[in-house]
């Protein structure tokens, strides 16, 4: 735990250090809070569906900026060999990664919470349903970013990492939409919506929008993440070259 | 103590290590030399646990590395090639993290610290951001780096590359002050490096290991004979009889006449003769009047070139 710390801190201060982390950042609130925004002003309710409705397909594009760097950077600069070589164990190396990327995530969020806190200044929104949206999101981010270490520990530079990543978000959340469902089920009738309901993203994370936390979804969402983490781990424990 | 037996690797169907086998005592520095991809960056990464050998063992104070990565990282203090930095930090975060990273806390990761801002002449640098730096103080903080820890095994893979004359004499210094209580590898590709820190080198070629002992040793067996040159006016038809008496003379060469009557000749014998004393004592006793006797001095550089060639023939004879 103590040397995943170590990790930690210094993936965490290094995602600072660039300036890339304040335009991500900045961008991602202006977005975020621009959707917001639009929807407000035109259906006139206080509460968040229409932000935390756009966040799926948003996130499939702004998590895997985050995570891109996590391993193909320091392949690229050589401290992967440092970091293969300190008495640590690698999953304990991932996990302070990891955990860093979801803090920086975990601050982006708190970036949004002026809006949260204008709603209950101008209306009264069930917040509710904002505590279980926020969850739901922080749970979306978690597995994203889980697909996310685990492409950029495949690539050696970060685009391709990026691009890997983006990809892999995007087949998640296209198996949780209807339309896409459909397509399969002309194929094989039901593999569509079998796999709506066991892979796709959208389905376990809407129930949160609503108020629902099942132990379904929670349960989805975390057995994903370890199932990525795991297999990032079991890259880097048989990494032999 | 490092044992590195049999080793064997392989990168898909090249062959990076056939069967190497050396050894380093405790406390002994061993340079390793071989041509660019010869396999010394891949040996040393199998040391360090980076890499995991496809046959044969490795030990590190007696611990098998495939067994006990974690004890082995604990013990070694490893400079790669590719000098692991850290862009965005400075010399001082980067030391932190790295120190930290091996387990060291404050106060003795601050004596730490001190102690290798000093050895490596880092005082100047310590506050500024890595990528502000010079290729060769980039150099000396991944050395500070692999030294954090105060390891009793040092790997440095080319530790002078990109490096100013005199800062390679401070390095080398460095390295050769770690003899007694520090076990170190470290290659090279620049011979004449060799000379001043060890005398015990291991030569790779091609993924074997070609030559492994004293550099002395190893010129002898690479060379095979002991070379001095001589010249001397008197002719050659009084000179050459005698000198064909010689004791152990393997080979006699004249090697023609000056206008002023002085003859030169290449004279060989095997190392373990005096061939240089018996020539001396032979022109004494004639009254021979030298204008030059000199024993050919072979550098690692003819020892190395004998020795990788003699491995390459031999491969394309086999």
């Known amino acids: ?241 | 103590m490092i044992e590195v037996r049999d080793v064997t690797k392989r990168f898909g169907s090249t062959v990076a290590l056939d069967r190497v086998s050396f050894a380093v005592e405790k406390g002994k520095i061993l340079g390793f030399l071989g041509p660019n991809g010869a396999g010394k960056s891949t040996t040393m990464k199998i040391i360090t646990t980076f890499l995991a050998p496809d046959g044969g063992q490795v030990t590190v104070d007696g611990i098998d590395v495939l067994e006990q990565p974690l004890s082995v990282r604990r013990r070694i203090g490893y400079l790669p090639e590719n000098v692991p930095l850290y862009h965005d930090m400075s010399v001082e975060e980067y030391l932190v993290f790295v120190g930290r990273a091996r387990g060291l806390a404050n106060p003795r990761l601050r004596e730490r610290l001190a102690w290798c801002v000093e050895a490596c002449g880092l005082r100047t640098e310590y506050k500024k951001r890595i990528q502000e730096l010079s290729k060769g103080f980039r150099q000396r903080t991944g050395l500070a780096q692999a030294l954090i820890h105060d390891p009793d095994i040092l790997i440095l893979d080319e530790p002078t590359s990109g490096l100013d004359p005199l800062q390679i004499i401070g390095i080398r210094q460095l390295i050769a002050s770690l003899a007694g209580h520090k076990t170190v590898i470290f290659s090279t590709h620049i011979l004449q490096e060799v000379g001043p820190v060890t005398d015990r080198v291991a030569i790779v070629n091609e993924g074997r290991i070609v030559a492994d002992g004293r550099i002395g040793e190893l010129t002898e067996r690479a060379m095979g004979e002991n070379r001095v040159f001589l010249t001397l006016r008197r002719p050659a038809t009084e000179v050459e009889p005698a000198l064909r008496g010689l004791p152990a003379l393997s080979s006699l060469r004249a090697l023609g006449e000056a206008p002023n009557g002085a003859c030169r000749f290449e004279l060989r014998a095997p190392f373990r003769h005096d061939l240089l004393g018996a020539i001396a004592g032979l022109a004494s006793e004639r009254g021979w009047p030298l204008t030059e006797l000199q024993e050919s001095r072979y550098s690692l550089e003819d020892t190395f070139i004998a020795l990788t060639r003699a491995a390459g023939s031999q491969r394309e004879v086999a």
């Not at chain 1, 900026?65 to 164990?89: C, H, K, N, V, Y």
């Not at chain 1, 969850?135 to 520990?153: D, H, K, N, Q, R």
């Open chain 1, 1 to 241: 735990m103590r040397n995943a710390l170590v990790i930690f801190r210094r993936e965490f201060a290094s995602y600072f250090n660039s300036p890339i982390a304040y335009i991500f950042i900045i961008v991602f609130l202006l977005l975020t809070g621009l959707l917001f925004m639009l929807n407000f002003f035109l259906v006139g309710q206080a509460d968040m569906r229409g932000f935390f409705g756009a966040l799926p397909l948003l996130l499939t594009f702004f998590i895997p900026a985050i995570s891109m760097r996590l391993w193909a950077e320091d392949r690229r600069q050589g401290t992967f060999e440092l970091l293969m070589t300190l008495p640590m164990r690698p999953h304990e190396v991932m996990a302070g990664k990891y955990l860093a990327a979801l803090a920086f995530f975990g601050v982006t969020l708190v970036g949004t919470l002026p809006i949260p806190i204008m709603l209950n200044a101008l209306g009264n929104p069930d917040n509710g349903t904002l505590v279980t949206g926020y969850l739901g999101t922080l749970l979306m981010g978690a597995l994203y970013l889980s697909v996310g270490i685990f492409t950029s520990g495949l690539m050696r530079d970060q685009i391709s990492a990026f691009i890997l990543g983006v990809m892999a978000c995007l087949i998640m959340w296209l198996l949780g939409q209807t339309f896409v469902a459909a397509v399969f089920d002309g194929w094989i009738d039901g593999f569509g919506r079998l796999l709506q309901q066991y892979l796709g993203m959208t389905s376990h994370f809407e129930p949160m929008l609503r108020g629902v936390v099942a132990l379904g979804d929670l349960v989805y969402f975390l057995a994903l993440t370890s199932l990525f983490l795991a297999l990032n781990a079991l890259w880097l424990e048989g990494r032999k070259y």
